[in-house]
Nanobody, 125 residues
């Protein structure tokens, strides 16, 4: 299984970025997907999670109303649209995948088996 994340970069506060994560080697339409982030000296934390069918999503309180997770099962890709970025959003962002049943999604890092390599997001003030 490979998860290839892209789309990170340097942006000013208030700006936007769109992260993408292309999956291969797993049945994407049967996988729960999520984005996590980790800042230096901090634990990895959930940013957003999405069910197989996109029928349900979950977000960290700190990003609700600013970030949107979505997926395209035909393209085997999950996205994270990030708007109104703040300096505290600065972190390495990781996509994660876990085969799951249709009614599930997971919010803990320990529940995910497959991880991408991370893409750096830096927000300047």
């Amino acid at each position: 299984v490979q998860l290839q994340a892209s789309g990170g970069g340097l942006v000013q506060a208030g700006g936007s970025l769109r992260l993408s994560c292309a999956a291969s080697g797993l049945t994407f339409s049967r996988a729960c997907m999520a984005w996590f982030r980790q800042a230096p000296g901090k634990e990895r934390e959930l940013v957003a999670a999405i069910m197989r069918s996109s029928s349900s999503t979950d977000y960290a309180d700190s990003v609700k109303g600013r970030f949107t997770i979505s997926r395209d099962n035909a393209k085997k890709t999950v996205y994270l649209q990030m708007n109104s970025l703040k300096p505290e959003d600065t972190a390495a962002y990781y996509c994660a995948a876990q085969p799951c049943i249709s009614s599930a999604y997971y919010t803990a890092a320990r529940d995910y088996t497959y991880w991408g390599q991370g893409t750096q997001v830096t927000v300047s003030s």
